[in-house]
């Protein structure tokens, strides 16, 4: 698109008084529009834009991919492929692209939503003027002094974050929530466009630019009141796994002096962070707990930083105690954990998902196997404030994180007591463990507690019971027996019939056939008036024909 600014400018005059009195603010027609516009244009969907004379051109990749024509001076004879009739999303999102070369979209909105029922008059200037105070509209010259470089300190780096952010509609997080992932990916791609050309200086930029986008999303959506679901935590998920591909890429080489301010500036980020009375305590602590870990790894900021804390011993908050206990477990100082975990209660389990990771698979097993010690008299009532999703999601994750054949070597009750203490969600692994752990009477145990079917048991454990400690398999198919007889039909009948041949097995294997004949003829009495059963009996030769 080759046109310049102050031509551009005079086009849209037309456009936008057309688009302010086609589209009303108070109809759901209209801010459908605008607002669908406005997320193609976010999401960088206009492509091919091309200017002559007084019309455009322009390409949007939607559900459907649609070329389109806007009209300078008739804007509401405009054309696109779409079905829709009049001012369509598509050709708000190419307004919107075009506007964005001379004024702030997020404030054309705005005035928009707040305008009155007369049609805005005058030239491109008049208005420039009528709105300058507000920054409704600014003339190009003023965007571009208003705009600010890049600079070559941290410092300037913060300041242009600052200016980038202004430029960014945050309300379409509340007005569209259900995107929110994907409405802070392309955020963090528009940041990254103006990213340093230096190779080494990129990853530096990347972890910046991703650092000031968590916590200033997050402080936005906490000012404004915003819960997040399980769903939309996403997006933060995903700001962290680029801060830890950008530490992956500074980590290869070792990092040249000219980085140590970006460092310290972190760093003291870091603690203006924890200094602050602001809530919102699982992202603060997750970027937090991230930093600490993987970039500020010199034992002497460590320990200045925990002697730090401890000055502020009065600060009892959430995310002191979890920043005080990072600090302890990084520093390898258990006997100062074990006080902090004392603080944090059940709101341990909920943060231990970032330790037991880290520290597990970066084998340092103590500091893990203390967590899990602490967890363990926790995790019921941690479990019991989920929901039934939320509680398979984190029980199957806990589980999996945990280095089982260590923990058996160092506490086999402890894993005993730990999956006990996850039923039912841990039902499937403390079966398995009963089972490798040859405990077969609580493996019993465990199947009256769920009540699972024999055809179901024989797959989860029943066979190796059976082989190996057959008297305790004696109560499963004495049950499945009497279950089965009582559906009364043909088919239980024949299932019963399986189930006593088993019974008979095992008697024989014990050597204990008189009680097999005592049980049969038992059996055989109580239900004598079952014909059908009595005849599956003698086909399957449990008594003469």
Do not use: N
């Given at each position: 698109m080759s046109i310049r600014i102050q031509e551009l400018k005079d086009k849209l005059l037309p456009m936008s008084q057309s688009i302010q009195g086609e589209l009303d603010p108070n109809q759901d027609a209209g801010r459908n529009v605008v607002s669908k516009g406005l997320l193609l244009f976010r999401q960088n969907l206009v492509s091919n834009v091309k200017v002559r004379d007084d019309e455009v051109t322009a390409e949007v990749q939607d559900v459907t991919p649609v070329t389109l024509e806007l009209n300078f001076s008739f804007p509401l004879l405009s054309k696109c492929s779409c079905p829709q009739d009049g001012w369509c999303r598509h050709q708000m999102a190419t307004f919107f692209m075009l506007y964005n070369k001379v004024g702030r979209v997020s404030e054309w909105i705005q005035k928009w939503r707040s305008r009155s029922e007369g049609k805005p008059s005058g030239s491109l200037d008049d208005l420039l003027k009528k709105h300058g105070s507000t920054g409704a509209l600014k003339k190009a010259s003023d965007l571009l002094n208003e705009r600010k470089t890049r600079g070559n300190t941290p410092e300037e780096w913060w300041q242009f974050f600052d200016s980038l952010l202004k430029q960014e509609d945050l309300e379409l997080l509340e007005r569209q929530p259900y995107l929110m992932d994907v409405l802070v990916q392309n955020m963090t791609k528009r940041f990254m466009k103006e990213a340093p050309f230096e190779r080494e200086w990129k990853p530096l930029y990347q972890l910046f630019a991703t650092f000031y986008l968590s916590i200033h999303i997050d402080l936005y959506l906490q000012k404004r009141n915003v819960e997040l679901s399980r769903e939309q935590y996403s997006m933060y998920d995903f700001l962290l796994g680029e801060m830890e591909d950008a530490v992956e890429k500074l980590s290869i080489h070792a990092m040249p002096f000219s980085f140590d301010p970006y460092i310290a500036f972190l760093k003291k980020e870091t603690i203006d962070m924890s200094d602050s009375t602001e809530n919102s305590t699982m992202m603060k602590a997750e970027v937090y707990r991230f930093l600490w870990y993987y970039l500020f790894k010199q034992k002497s900021w460590r320990r200045d930083e925990m002697n730090r804390l401890e000055a502020h011993k009065e600060n009892d908050s959430t995310f002191y105690n979890v920043a005080i206990l990072h600090q302890s477990l990084l520093l390898e100082d258990l006997e100062k954990a074990e006080e902090v975990v004392v603080r944090l209660g059940t709101e341990l389990v909920a943060f231990s998902e970032f330790w037991l990771r880290k520290f597990f698979v970066g084998k340092r097993y103590e500091a893990g196997f203390f967590l899990v010690r602490h967890i363990l008299s926790r995790m019921p009532d941690h479990i019991e404030s989920l929901d039934y999703y939320e509680a398979t999601r984190f029980v199957r994750w806990f589980v999996r994180i945990l280095p089982m054949d260590w923990l058996m070597e160092k506490d086999p009750s402890l894993v005993n007591e730990l999956l006990l203490s996850m039923l039912p969600y841990s039902f499937f692994s403390y079966n398995e463990y009963l089972i490798n752990a040859r405990a077969y009477r609580e493996?019993?145990?465990?199947?009256?507690?769920?009540?699972?079917?024999?055809?179901?048991?024989?797959?989860?454990?029943?066979?190796?019971?059976?082989?190996?400690?057959?008297?305790?398999?004696?109560p499963i198919y004495y049950s499945g027996v009497s279950e089965a007889i009582d559906q009364k039909n043909r088919d239980s009948y024949k299932q019963a019939v399986r189930y006593l041949k088993k019974i008979r097995t095992i008697y024989k294997k014990t050597k204990k056939t008189e009680k097999w004949d005592v049980y049969l003829a038992y059996i055989l009495d109580k239900y004598k008036r079952l014909r059908a059963f009595q005849e599956e009996c003698r086909k399957g030769k449990l008594i003469d024909a």
């Open positions: 493996w019993v145990e465990l199947q009256k507690y769920m009540s699972y079917s024999i055809q179901e048991m024989e797959g989860m454990g029943l066979r190796d019971v059976t082989k190996e400690a057959p008297e305790l398999a004696l």
